[in-house]
């Protein structure tokens, strides 16, 4: 059986249904056993924020669908490497700390040195 070629995400706008999106594409790849990495972008490094989550839809919960942070927990327990880009990270006055357990920060040249064969997949 051949190797699953990997998938790196790159979130470009702190769209919430955008970010949904990519976690759910991200979490999929991952339960299939490939490699997968989701990048942050500049303000859409906010998503990845603690103190945000609790501003999901309402909605999300009445139709029995995870919210943020939940699917944040699951991604990283399927192996999801969430990456947070530095630059984003100071623009938006954050700290680490202030960033959902398990990030990292990260920057676009190191995500793109280390891309190999990864698909690479804007959202």
């Excluded at 490699?35 to 501003?55: I, K, M, N, P, T």
């Excluded at 327990?77 to 938006?92: D, H, K, R, W």
């Excluded at 040195?113 to 804007?122: H, K, M, Q």
Aim: contains cysteine; aromatic residues 2%.
């Amino acid at each position: 059986m051949p190797v699953m070629r990997g998938l790196t995400i790159i979130v470009t706008t702190a769209d919430p249904e955008r970010f949904r999106a990519a976690l759910t594409l991200a979490a999929s790849q991952a339960a299939l056993g490939g490699r997968v990495r989701l990048y942050c972008h500049e303000r859409a490094v906010g998503l990845l924020a603690d103190r945000d989550a609790a501003s999901d839809s309402p909605d999300l919960a009445a139709q029995g669908l995870p919210g943020r942070a939940e699917l944040i927990t699951l991604a990283r327990e399927e192996g999801v490497a969430l990456i947070a880009c530095q630059t984003g990270i100071a623009l938006l006055g954050l700290h680490a700390a202030s960033l959902a357990k398990g990030v990292e920060a990260g920057g676009m040249v190191g995500l793109l040195a280390t891309l190999g064969d990864d698909r690479l997949v804007t959202v």
